[in-house]
């Protein structure tokens, strides 16, 4: 819901004339503008009760002469009791006004009115003549207004599921059909409500309605409201329900996708198990096997990795998000699912065919034969001179970097296997370094192979200092473009997590480039995919995984 | 425990004091007192809940001294809301009283913290939602008020199922049960009734819906049997009198007294009397070549009202169809068998009948 209209703290005057204008709400643009403020009226509601409840009712009718018409008007507007807590303030409110010891005719009034305001919101009361004989047979029977109402909304939530659900498949009846209008009237009385458990199935039926009409039958309010309230852990749906919010309402969507992103990037993870389930909580990974759905999540990311230049901490959550978009997808039934193709439309095919492969597809010895083909294929790509605009080149980089596994794979691979060198280098290259108009990517292979050849020699000492490594790496303090020193950064943490004397200097080498470079959540994000990729392989490597626990531990209370 | 029954034996005392104008001299002491009374049979009924022996001993001290039985075991559960809501609607409770009633009731923090706001405002929310989603609606079906209605009579009814009756109260409950229908007025009464004897049908083991309380003292195992017995009372209700039964099906719609009884073979038979009896009261009139009202009586159906609900009967299930075919065919013979139109109302009937099947079945 909006909460652009920026109100002044205690505006007494504004709510009350809004009160008036509401009314019951009975037309539509009442109803429109009440679901509107209800947030902001609750805050309200909220911050009059911390005044009230300090006060007596004499003060208080003092410092707010109109606060009877206030909340006497508040009261008859279904609107605002049905709100979230708005009906629970309100009645504190009440109670606070209420005086023990009524002096005069004045407080005797007020008294018996808040007696007849609580009745009309509590009771199915005597008071409303068409409830009257209802009442009498509820309380004949021992049971309460609360036994009553918890029926009576059940009974109308299940009868208007039954009408719309009958109406769904009964689309050539044109007599039976519901009105275009009453379905947008249902959808927006739904609103303050949204919360309630008991609408759960009116609001899980009503975002799966789809009528014949070729435009939103559904208030953009109702809409706005459910995400709102799904993002917030508020209210849980089916999973088909919030696939369908998301492909008939896109700002809601786009409004998901960026709160998935904000709440990853804004809170520390630590580990990416967590991340995937705070994704998986979402239903995102799990939306996005709709193409449409897909497309539109992964057009924000693109714009989320220009904006943050691409941050370790993005490049990661856009890798996890892909992992788990592959697995719910071969999960999904073979006559559900989408060819993994229409995906990627209008990418080379062979070579999406092959960063698709997950890593354990295949055998650990065929890795490393597998990057060089893609290692090839993409080079054959990018240096083609027809295609190579600078956003073909984005887009070719884009999808190399949403299967970063595979880039991480590369270097334990150059480290330990030792094959295909040149062409894993240079796929490393290229991700850390697309472009190569000043002969930038050329200067980082360079520099990259010297440091490779180096580290290689150190690989197997069983001893080893920290001035032996900076001897490898004398410059990557000085190293002058940025590309190169991410990927020298890659390969030493790969070289301490998987060589022979690394693990004894680990802690203090870290501590030493994080200190003196600006690294620490690059090698923070390099870690934790590394943790994740040998927990989920279930490869028995328990020596590295302690170090990386012991690692990360410290290097989350720096970053 | 013979302390605890004497307790448990001023409940409806304390219920019906909470009604009367005798909470005039309460201060707001007798009120907390009595809240806290209220609060101890709850936890009574939460102690007791899956103690069959116990709750029956407690249900029966209970029923002692109330002429028909208004309280069971279930309303010592129900007892803080009862309370509650009786003395805010109780306009005689003088202020100081009313003011600490409120203030327990609802307010953060108040007397108890214990589930007590949180249900009321859940009370004024569900109101509101009421409220909203009162939408003009279709006119199939009975009204959602009716439906709330006959949801509470049925946990109602499966409460007292489960108290343990001494038999031969049979003739009690239907008393109890024709003095809680008089609440409502008889055209209400008939829906609600309806209502009751068609959910009981479709919610079987889910437990007609659930309310927060209502019927959650029930578990699974004693369901099935106690469900069986549920319609008793209200059958019973129903053909205890033919006046009323006549009425109840002069006023339910075609459609649902086909449904009614196609689940309940009890009901089919006088049902189908009923319509015999109707059947005879029309006259053909030869100038209009139709079947018309002998006199202007409105408890009689007219022709196309009766053809409408033999169309409903023969459009339920087998049984009923061939039933309603059968006692049709049965009156045509007695009539003489004619296969002319005009000359007997029931051969009319089942030619129309035997018409529209054939057209029904050709789609």
């Known amino acids: ?559 | 425990m013979e302390a605890v029954l004497e307790q448990v034996e001023q409940l409806p005392a304390l219920l019906a004091v909470s009604r009367s104008a005798l909470v005039r001299d309460w201060d707001s002491l007798t009120l907390d007192r009595a809240l806290e009374w209220a609060r101890y049979f709850q936890h009574l009924h939460d102690r007791f809940r899956t103690r069959p022996r116990l709750r029956e001993a407690l249900g029966r001290r209970l029923r002692r001294g109330q002429r028909s039985p208004l309280l069971g075991f279930p309303n010592l559960g129900r007892c803080p809301q009862l309370l509650g809501l009786a003395l805010l609607e109780n306009r005689a409770l003088p202020p100081a009283a009313c003011r600490r009633l409120i203030h327990s009731l609802l307010c953060p923090g108040g007397a108890e913290p214990g589930p007590e706001p949180r249900s009321l405002a859940l009370l004024a929310r569900r109101k509101a939602a009421s409220r909203l989603l009162a939408l003009p609606r279709p006119p199939e079906g009975l009204e959602p008020q009716v439906q709330a209605e006959a949801q509470l009579l049925l946990s109602r009814l499966r409460e007292e199922g489960q108290e343990a009756q001494p038999a031969g109260e049979a003739a009690g409950s239907l008393r109890w049960l024709s003095g809680v229908l008089e609440q409502l007025p008889q055209r209400r009464a008939f829906g609600v009734v309806a209502a009751a004897l068609l959910l009981r049908q479709e919610s079987g083991a889910e437990q007609a819906g659930g309310g927060e309380r209502v019927g959650n003292s029930l578990n699974g195992n004693q369901v099935s049997a106690t469900e069986e017995d549920l319609a008793g009372p209200l059958l019973a209700w129903l053909l205890e009198n033919m006046e009323r039964f006549s009425a109840f099906c002069l006023f339910l719609p075609g459609s649902l007294l086909a449904s009614l009884a196609g689940h309940y073979s009890q009901l089919n038979r006088p049902y189908l009397d009923l319509l015999t009896g109707w059947g005879s009261g029309l006259l053909y009139d030869p100038l209009q070549g139709r079947w018309v009202k002998r006199c202007l009586d409105k408890a009689v159906l007219s022709w196309e009202e009766l053809r409408e609900r033999f169309s409903c009967l023969c459009q339920g299930s087998d049984l009923v169809k061939a039933q309603t075919q059968a006692a049709l065919k049965l009156l045509k013979a007695q009539g003489g068998d004619f296969n002319v139109r005009g000359l007997s109302v029931w051969t009319d009937l089942l030619m129309e009948l035997e018409e529209y099947l054939r057209k029904e079945a050709e789609r």
Not at chain 1, 422 to 450: G, H, K
Request: hydrophobic share 40%; glycine share 2%; proline share 4%.
């Open chain 1, 1 to 559: 819901m909006a909460q652009d209209t920026a109100v002044p703290k205690l505006n007494f005057e504004y709510w009350l004339d809004k009160a008036i204008e509401w009314g019951q709400a009975t037309t539509l643009e009442s109803q429109k503008d009440v679901c509107l403020h209800l947030p902001q009226l609750q805050e309200f509601l909220h911050q009059l009760y911390e005044t009230l409840k300090h006060m007596d009712s004499i003060a208080a009718i003092q410092q707010f002469p109109l606060i009877g018409q206030l909340l006497g008007r508040l009261c008859w507007n279904p609107f605002v009791i049905g709100y979230d807590e708005s009906q629970k303030t309100l009645m504190w409110c009440l109670c606070c006004l209420y005086s023990s010891e009524p002096q005069n005719p004045v407080e005797l009034k007020a008294n018996s009115w808040i007696r007849s305001l609580l009745c009309h919101l509590l009771s199915s009361s005597k008071w409303e003549s068409s409830e009257a004989e209802t009442s009498a047979f509820i309380s004949t029977l021992g049971y309460t207004s609360a036994d009553y109402y918890c029926h009576l909304v059940k009974s109308m939530v299940f009868s208007l599921v039954t009408e719309l659900r009958g109406n769904q498949f009964s689309e050539l009846n044109i007599q039976g059909r519901v009105s275009t209008s009453r379905l947008n009237a249902v959808s927006l009385f739904c609103v303050p409500l949204i919360t309630l458990p008991d609408l759960t199935p009116l609001v899980e039926t009503l975002l799966l309605y789809h009528g014949g009409a070729s435009k939103e039958i559904l208030s953009s309010e109702f809409l706005e409201a459910v995400n709102e309230a799904f993002l917030k852990k508020k209210i849980s749906l089916s999973e088909s329900a919030v696939f369908s919010l998301w492909l008939r309402h896109l700002p809601s969507l786009e409004k998901a996708t960026l709160y998935l992103l904000d709440q990853l990037v804004s809170v520390q993870m630590n580990s990416l198990e967590e991340v995937a389930c705070v994704m998986k909580d979402l239903l995102l990974p799990q939306a996005a096997s709709h193409p449409a759905i897909f497309r539109i999540v992964n057009e924000i990311f693109k714009n989320a990795v220009l904006e943050t230049d691409g941050a370790p901490e993005v490049m990661t959550i856009i890798q996890v998000f892909t992992q788990l978009f592959l697995q719910g997808h071969q999960n999904e039934y073979k006559q559900h699912k989408f060819p993994l193709k229409t995906y990627f439309p209008h990418h080379h095919q062979p070579l999406v065919a092959a960063l698709l492969r997950r890593p354990f597809e295949l055998p650990t010895t065929h890795w490393a034969e597998h990057l060089k083909h893609i290692s090839h294929m993409l080079k054959a790509l990018v240096e083609d001179p027809n295609s190579s605009s600078l956003a073909d080149l984005f887009e070719i980089w884009f999808l190399v970097a949403r299967f970063g596994e595979w880039l991480d794979i590369a270097v334990e691979q150059l480290l330990k296997a030792a094959a295909e060198s040149d062409a894993l280098l240079w796929l490393l290259a290229f991700y850390y370094c697309p472009q190569n108009e000043n002969q930038q990517r050329t200067q980082t292979m360079v520099e990259a192979q010297a440091v490779y050849n180096h580290l290689m020699r150190l690989f197997s000492c069983t001893v080893l200092s920290v001035k032996d490594l900076e001897a490898a790496v004398p410059s990557v303090k000085d190293v002058e473009q940025c590309c190169s020193k991410h990927l020298i950064t890659h390969l030493l943490t790969n070289f301490l997590l998987f060589s022979s004397g690394g693990h004894m200097i680990a802690q203090e080498f870290i501590d030493h480039i994080t200190e003196t470079t600006d690294t620490s959540k690059e090698v923070c994000s390099l870690l934790i995919r590394t943790a994740y990729r040998i927990n989920r392989s279930g490869e028995e490597n328990q020596r590295t995984l302690k170090l990386l626990n012991e690692l990360l531990q410290k290097l989350t209370l720096k970053v």
